[in-house]
């Protein structure tokens, strides 16, 4: 049993991947079937970080519960 998952680094295609449901290797398929808080550390540049596909993602992340933090860069 976990106390919680972390992904860090968490690139912009595994929060979408997370967003979407997907599961289509062993991390995503983890957090869709896990029962303990999912913790995600962003990893990417400024305009990643900015792009609208990607704010909405985290947007929609945090919504679902799953506690979020800033990437280094932005």
């Known amino acids: 049993d976990a106390d919680a998952i972390l ?3 968490a690139t912009a295609d595994v929060m979408a991947k997370l967003v979407h449901g997907l599961a289509d290797d062993l991390l995503t398929t983890l957090c869709l079937a896990r029962d303990c808080p999912l ?3 962003p ?3 400024r305009q990643m970080w900015e792009h609208p596909a990607t704010r909405r993602n985290v947007a929609r992340l945090v919504a679902d519960g799953v506690i979020c933090g800033m ?3 932005a």
Do not use: K, T
């Open 7 to 9: 992904i860090a680094p």
């Open 39 to 41: 913790l995600v550390a």
């Open 43 to 45: 990893a990417m540049n």
């Open 71 to 73: 990437p280094a860069s």
